[in-house]
């Protein structure tokens, strides 16, 4: 970090494209802090979905298919399956190189934020990706009065609600590592990316001291509402919303955040109760991205004044 | 086991040969004992090289290059490479599979055997193949005054004597599985394969309870001399011959299993100190293979009587 950090909180794709876009603007200034309460353990390796989507992102290694790398083959879980095994967690063979390379680290005792810092090097990543946390917090969804870990109700039950409850198992005994408190109290701007507001930027939120942390920060925090057009283009956003009380809208998305938030950017023509940018919220490719990151930054940079 | 079980004593590709050559002679009846002392565990998977070997042969699935599974491809240690890791143990994608289901097997309780077994069945096998032993116990070598794991001193110093010293840590609390006792008390011919006397057969005889199972069945104990003109075509074994005191020929090789021997065979002219068959040992081809596991049975079967 060469000036004033810009920190992107991000979740799954939303604010991935967000930090991809960011990353033209702000360059080594990005700081990502990722959601890691979708982490899993399967066949030995510590997959990191939203962490490692940032970095694919930021690195332009991730696929078409929207997770994982670019050309990646599938010869393990092919591997697996020939064994019997019910894989019903899919990983590419250099994503699970990754992943088993992450499970090693962890299990020697290193830092989660060491191995994504790593991770971003060996694959030449500018700007920077920091977990929420270095310890373990699970995300837990209940529908039809079962618990499901996260990863299994998103695709065994393919996040199919109505949600009954939503817990972040291990969240009161989080801390927020040290480099992001830094990073969040030098900012320039604190940028909320379009990411689910309840089950990805819920649990960054949820760690204690992070809410304290953002409020006690000179820069805003503004959020860039992830529904585009009235609809969220991936993920089952709405099911978590009507849990959580809010409507599937640009004031639902800012009811969550409450009196965290400075500012909104959003599509939508409606009233609010902070400041809002309305602009196109779609990033279907590199211009839009960048155009949205821009136009973000140049708000909160302007409600710093 | 339809009949009397025809048990092989197996530990790298000679004693591996001789196993899938036996499956044509045998069927169903053949039993091979593995020497699990050459178990790694990397990057999060548990490698059993030599157990591994017997039943990717006896599947006809064993690559050409010696080890591994044919037309297996190599991503995840490319990626890992890519990650900066040191990948000095080199595992193809489906054989990773294969170990990693392992090391979860393992880790949730289950034994070596019953892992083994499954993975027999996965890759439908006839014949099986058991670990010497279901307890961890790992080759150390000594040379040049440095203790080394086998398989680094295999590959990191590419099996480089003169050796010093050898131990198998952990052999004093292993125990000989249930099913190797049942399948060497009752079998019509009990095989030592061609393989290293010293590090591939003798942790197998070295497991506590081994050679007094093996002294006390009734069928008679045949060893098959790895030495084939002279040489050995594969591992190190002057060096683990001339540490142990023994010559590198078949009086050597008998020397090394002492009284627990009722014959040997060799392509050796010499005196020995049990009834030989002397014979071309060289298993070249599926024919050489077959051929000299039925001259062996019979042979075997010759001295019972």
């Known amino acids: ?15 991935a494209k967000l930090a991809r876009g960011m990353l033209d603007v702000a360059g080594d200034d990005l700081v990502v802090v990722a959601n890691t309460a ?10 990191s979905p939203d962490p490692d989507l940032v970095t694919y992102w930021l690195a332009d290694r991730i696929d078409e298919r929207g997770w994982g790398l670019r050309d990646d083959t599938f010869a393990v879980m092919d591997g697996l399956r020939e064994l019997g095994e019910d ?5 590419g063979d250099r994503d699970l190189a990754v992943c088993l390379q992450r499970a090693e680290r962890l299990a020697a005792g290193r830092r989660l934020t060491d191995s994504l810092r790593e991770l971003g090097r060996a694959f030449g990543v500018r700007g920077h990706v ?14 039809e009065g079962t618990w499901w870990p996260f990863q299994e109700f998103m695709i065994r039950r393919r996040g199919q609600g109505p949600v009954e409850d939503v817990a972040f198992d291990g969240i009161e005994h989080a801390a927020v590592p040290p480099e992001v408190l ?11 990316g379009p ?29 860039v509402s992830p529904i585009v057009d009235g609809a969220v283009l991936k993920g089952p956003t709405e099911a978590f919303l009507a849990w959580a009380g809010q409507t599937m809208d640009a004031p ?10 400075d500012g909104v950017v959003t599509d939508e023509d409606v009233e609010l109760p902070v400041p809002a940018l309305r602009t196109d919220t779609l990033m279907a490719d590199a211009e839009g991205r960048a155009r949205v990151a821009r136009e973000t930054l140049d708000f909160a940079l302007a409600l710093a004044r």
Chains 1, 2 share one sequence.
């Open 182 to 192: 830094e990073a969040v109290a030098g900012a320039r701007a604190l940028v909320i």
């Open 252 to 261: 639902g998305i800012a009811a969550t955040y409450g009196s965290l938030l």
């Open 130 to 143: 920091l977990p929420m946390t270095d310890d373990p917090v699970r995300t837990r969804v209940k529908a």
């Open 195 to 223: 990411s689910n507001p309840v089950i990805s930027i819920g649990p960054i939120l949820a760690v204690p001291g992070m809410r304290e942390a953002l409020a006690a920060a000179a820069a805003p925090v503004v959020a």
């Open 1 to 15: 970090v060469s000036g004033a950090p810009v920190v992107v909180l991000a979740g799954g794709t939303g604010g």
């Open 38 to 47: 979708d982490d899993v353990e399967v066949h030995g390796a510590h997959v």
């Open 87 to 91: 894989v019903w967690f899919n990983l």
